[in-house]
T-cell receptor
Framework: RKEVEQDPGPFNVPEGATVAFNCTYSNSASQSFFWYRQDCRKEPKLLMSVYSSGNEDGRFTAQLNRASQYISLLIRDSKLSDSATYLCVVKTGGYQKVTFGIGTKLQVIP | DTGVSQNPRHKITKRGQNVTFRCDPISEHNRLYWYRQTLGQGPEFLTYFQNEAQLEKSRLLSDRFSAERPKGSFSTLEIQRTEQGDSAMYLC?????????????FGAGTRLSVL
């Protein structure tokens, strides 16, 4: 089983739609979780950290379910500019080993 | 621009040649990471430094790969005797240990093409 698993998509959604991505992780000792966004042929950029209680930043909501070992990202009112690949990132261990998921590709269609 | 800087942005080389990439982290960051990313995959961890000490190396980092961070500032990643399978984007990231959940900030990467 991969350490971090994501559905690679693509998810094709119309403008204004709500879309959700999940990411599962295998190591129950994982400590920190993030969502990064990566545009085509660009570097990954932090979208948001994921806190135990869940957190929201504008149209974006992230949640953590430790019991089921997954994190989620919800995007409301999708914009064309949201088209990108969304990378799930999990940190584990004393040295903060970082593992990226394969990324989920989102395409928002006019 | 005070972000992570990587040079060169693109490198084309012939199989068997050696290449070296440079990364300049955000100035106050004490951790520096190298990743490799191929098309359709997420970044794969290669190695990281805390200050000048190389603390962890992935098994992906074969004997042909070496990384240094001699003064705890910039870092270099060298690939010797390049192979076509080394073609990828090489990403550098930096963070400040024990601050802001150790969030990593990435450079724009060096895209390597081995012919």
């Amino acid at each position: 089983r991969k350490e971090v698993e994501q559905d690679p998509g693509p998810f094709n959604v119309p403008e204004g739609a709500t879309v959700a991505f999940n990411c599962t992780y295998s190591n129950s000792a994982s400590q920190s979780f993030f969502w990064y966004r990566q545009d085509c042929r660009k570097e990954p950029k932090l979208l948001m950290s994921v806190y135990s209680s869940g957190n929201e930043d504008g149209r974006f909501t992230a949640q953590l379910n430790r019991a089921s070992q997954y994190i989620s990202l919800l995007i409301r009112d999708s914009k064309l500019s949201d088209s990108a690949t969304y990378l799930c990132v999990v940190k584990t261990g004393g040295y903060q080993k970082v593992t990226f998921g394969i990324g989920t590709k989102l395409q928002v269609i006019p | 621009d005070t972000g992570v800087s990587q040079n060169p942005r693109h490198k084309i080389t012939k199989r068997g040649q050696n290449v070296t990439f440079r990364c300049d982290p955000i100035s106050e960051h004490n951790r520096l990471y190298w990743y490799r990313q191929t098309l359709g995959q997420g970044p794969e961890f290669l190695t990281y430094f805390q200050n000048e000490a190389q603390l962890e190396k992935s098994r992906l980092l074969s004997d042909r790969f070496s990384a240094e961070r001699p003064k705890g500032s910039f870092s270099t990643l060298e690939i010797q005797r390049t192979e076509q399978g080394d073609s990828a984007m090489y990403l550098c990231a930096s963070s400040y240990h024990d601050r802001d959940l150790n969030i990593q900030y990435f450079g724009a990467g060096t895209r390597l093409s081995v012919l």
